[in-house]
């Protein structure tokens, strides 16, 4: 009788639900609608015709219809997927977007909006102002289901405590196959993620945790959040996500669209330097030795030596008569012109004595030795200079070639991409230049010319391009011009938000709106602009697997955030890169002394407690130190050794995958190995997908090196050969723990020579 009585109440909860979640959506499609003709409205006003600042306005105003037709068609799915009531008797409904009804009531919480804070920050033991807590569970636009935590102090007990916020739901979205995409958790954030999200945007946060805390998810949330209560600050500016390679941000590409965000940029350490994209990996020595922050004076010495005199006086032979014959000019007489080589000192020295970077000073220098040659010139020709001539006898000397060369091999123009390729090539100039390293270290950093560029180059490629600069003084001009028609814009736009009343909305402020709009040309978003431009200063950085970066690469980094707002997102027990972390503090206080504040993630939703029995082995080997997180999963299948000889692997491997995927029905499976083994196991796989390709994580099984897989996740991993693994390099026990880590539901280790020791649990197999 009561069980009919609940079960007749649920029903109509869930009806009632359905009629609320079904108004929403009217709500959102007539609000859509309303973007849309108000888009072809603003597209029906005509082409590029009309004054400057007719353009501008309709610019602005499609932009934003645009931008708002962007945000509601990405929130669809899972419109509303919670309901709070709180100790006053109201209540609210949180979603992925706020909704107000035709008479302005608010209908919907965005989810990063204050009021929809204690939908994640309640628990039994602290429920704030809420008496219940509802998920809702929908497929389409219907409710398909319900979990409501009610908060009753009276009934609390010590286990409470430690409850999961909302752990039904949350359960529901861990037991759900992988997808080969990260998709979001705003439905389900826990009470420590959610305040990592919402933490202040000044400053540096550190976001240490073990594997599987949920770091990366809560960092991407954090970007959406970041955005939506930043506006003003961060659309401007833009907000950077590095993340460890190509496959992990295809992995993590969708979240943030689907969280309403466009205004970041995604990208890798390999590819931070404009016009390079890195992806191959130097081999450790050298990535130790690169990495070094000894490098910024081996950088330094490289540009000091391309500043040279010459041994003895600088003579220049330069053509004083031409004629032509057949058709060709040929040089019949020539002078020669010559500097003293004290002077040449003199001119250099003046030079470095601005202090200004290398492409910007060799004006100075090219300049004093022009001056001198003109006046050598003068002297021979026993032609007075006056002082008003000077600059165009400078002119014609320069339009040499001969000079030209001459004052190039003194102080020639250099690109980043030049100076690093010519000094890797010359044993000499690394000799002179890397005189503080070991002749080995030297030895490690040496390579022949036209070499491809690595990932851990791209941090001494930006360092070369902060010491050399540009030759910019046309571009400066043009910037100047830009600043000017810029300031004229900005006055404008001002005005138009201000008629339309778009301010009040906080949309987007009138520098923003003059940035998409200068030169009256394309309009670029705040991303596609900061993606060209190595000296954007983004509002806020967020550095994923940031255990990896090189004390060179922070430098890097640092270049890319002057307001130092960032937020840093790692496990040091993970760190495979040899120059990676050690501790945070070592990488961090050198750039932001002890202002950063660190938070932990203790809990893990992705391996379950079986599977992490046999990581905290690998764990207590690597890093004694450091807490294993709990898991929150548990009675999966128990992981499980084999031995195999080769000839069986080749034969069994295939089978094992088949077996595997069959047992989890739908997800995904990886076969992870060591770099040298890759080529093999993948040739043994030929279903499996095994290039860096954009489909591979698509596909169900795929073959990966532990680099490749950090940062990912699979129902299934299947770990070939641990020993070599743990032998590829000195980080090799990292490694292992990382490839553990991998593993939603089920672990094989599949060995030819018996386990190593760390892996003792798993038995003989
Ligand atoms: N609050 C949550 N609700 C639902 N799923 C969650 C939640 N937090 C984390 N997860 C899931 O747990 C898994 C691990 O999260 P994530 O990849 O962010 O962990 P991580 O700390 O970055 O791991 P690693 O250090 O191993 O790269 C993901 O599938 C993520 O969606």
Not at 122 to 136: E, N
Not at 506 to 512: K, T, Y
Not at 695 to 707: C, H, Q
Request: glycine share 8%; net charge negative; hydrophobic share 40%.
């Amino acid at each position: 009788m009561e069980r009919r009585a609940s079960s007749s109440a649920r029903t109509e909860a869930l009806r009632a639900e359905q009629s609320y979640v079904s108004m929403l959506y009217e709500r959102l499609d007539a609000v859509r609608e309303r973007a849309e003709t108000a888009l072809r409205h603003e597209h029906g006003r005509g082409g590029p015709g009309g004054t400057h600042q007719a353009r501008l306005e309709r610019d602005v105003s499609a932009h934003e219809h645009a931008r708002r037709l962007a945000q509601l068609s990405g929130v669809e799915r899972g419109l509303c997927f919670g309901r709070v009531d709180d100790v006053e008797g109201d209540t609210y409904y949180i979603g992925r977007v706020g909704l107000r009804d035709a008479r302005d009531e608010l209908v919907l919480i965005d989810w990063r909006a204050p009021a929809a804070r204690p939908f994640y920050t309640a628990t039994p033991s602290d429920p704030g102002p809420l008496v219940r807590r509802r998920h809702l569970h929908t497929r389409g636009r219907t409710v398909v289901g319900l979990d409501d935590e009610v908060f009753d102090l009276a009934r609390m007990s010590e286990p409470d405590r430690r409850t999961l916020v909302g752990e039904a739901a949350l359960m529901a979205a861990l037991r759900r196959g992988r997808t080969g995409r990260m998709g979001d958790v705003v439905a389900t954030i826990q009470a420590e993620q959610d305040q990592v999200i919402r933490s202040g945007l000044a400053g540096a946060l550190v976001v240490q945790g073990g594997p599987g805390t949920g770091k990366t998810v809560a960092a991407l949330h954090r970007a959406a959040y970041l955005l939506y209560a930043h506006r003003r600050t961060l659309e401007r500016r833009g907000v950077l996500v590095v993340g460890p390679n190509a496959m992990f941000l295809r992995y993590i590409g969708q979240v943030l669209p689907s969280l309403g965000e466009t205004d970041v940029v995604l990208t890798t350490v390999g590819e931070l330097y404009p016009g390079v994209r890195a992806t191959a990996a130097d081999e450790p020595r050298t990535a130790l030795v690169k990495g070094d922050t000894r490098m910024v004076e081996v950088v330094r010495a490289a540009v000091r030596d391309r500043q040279r005199v010459p041994d003895g006086d600088l003579s220049v032979w330069v053509p004083t008569k031409t004629s032509v014959r057949g058709g060709v000019e040929v040089v019949v007489e020539r002078m020669e012109l010559s500097v003293g080589h004290a002077a040449c000192e003199r001119a250099r020295d003046r030079a470095r004595a601005v202090r200004g970077p290398h492409n910007v000073a060799r004006k100075l220098f090219v300049d004093s030795v022009l001056s001198a040659l003109a006046l050598d010139e003068a002297r021979r020709l026993d032609r007075p200079l006056e002082e008003g001539d000077l600059h165009y006898a400078r002119q014609a000397l320069w339009q040499t070639r001969e000079v030209r060369e001459a004052l190039d091999l003194l102080w020639p123009y250099l690109t980043p991409q030049r100076l690093l390729s010519e000094l890797f090539a010359d044993d000499a100039a690394l000799r002179s230049a890397a005189a503080s390293l070991s002749p080995a270290e030297r030895e490690a950093l040496a390579r022949p010319a036209g070499s491809p560029w690595t990932v851990e180059d791209v941090p001494l490629l930006d360092e070369a391009a902060d010491l050399l600069g540009e030759d910019d003084a046309e571009a400066r001009a043009a910037e100047r011009a830009a600043a000017r028609e810029r300031d004229e814009a900005e006055l404008y736009a001002r005005e138009v938000l201000h008629i339309s009343g778009v301010a009040e909305m906080e949309i987007m402020d009138a520098g923003a709106l003059a940035d998409r709009h200068d030169d009256g040309g394309d309009a670029l978003t705040t991303a596609q602009r900061a993606e060209r431009d190595r000296l954007w200063a983004y509002g806020h950085v967020i550095v994923d697997e940031a255990q990896e970066l090189s004390a060179m690469a922070w430098r890097t980094i640092m270049r890319r955030v002057p307001a130092r707002s960032l937020t840093i997102v790692g496990d040091v027990a993970q760190t495979s890169a040899a120059a990676g972390a050690q501790s945070w503090g070592a990488m961090l206080d050198p750039h932001l002394k002890d202002r950063w504040r660190e938070a932990r993630l203790l809990v893990n939703y992705r391996t379950p407690a079986e599977i992490m029995e046999v990581a905290v082995d690998v764990l207590r080997s690597v890093a004694p130190d450091q807490e294993p997180p709990i898991s929150v999963r548990d009675g999966g299948a128990p992981p499980r050794a084999m031995r195999v000889t080769r000839a069986e692997l080749r034969r069994l491997l295939p089978k094992l995958v088949r077996s595997e995927l069959a047992e989890i029905g739908e997800g995904r499976l990886a076969v992870l190995t060591a770099d040298t083994r890759h080529g093999e196991i993948a040739a043994t796989l030929p279903e499996a997908a095994s290039a860096l390709t954009a489909d591979a994580l698509d596909s169900p099984s795929v073959v990966l090196t532990v680099t490749q897989a950090k940062g990912l996740e699979f129902d299934v991993v299947v770990i070939v050969e641990p020993g070599e693994i743990l032998a590829q390099s000195p980080k090799g026990g990292q490694d292992l723990y990382v490839a553990i880590t991998r593993a939603t539901r089920r672990l094989t280790v599949v060995h030819q020579d018996g386990l190593p020791p760390v892996l003792s649990r798993l038995g003989a197999g």
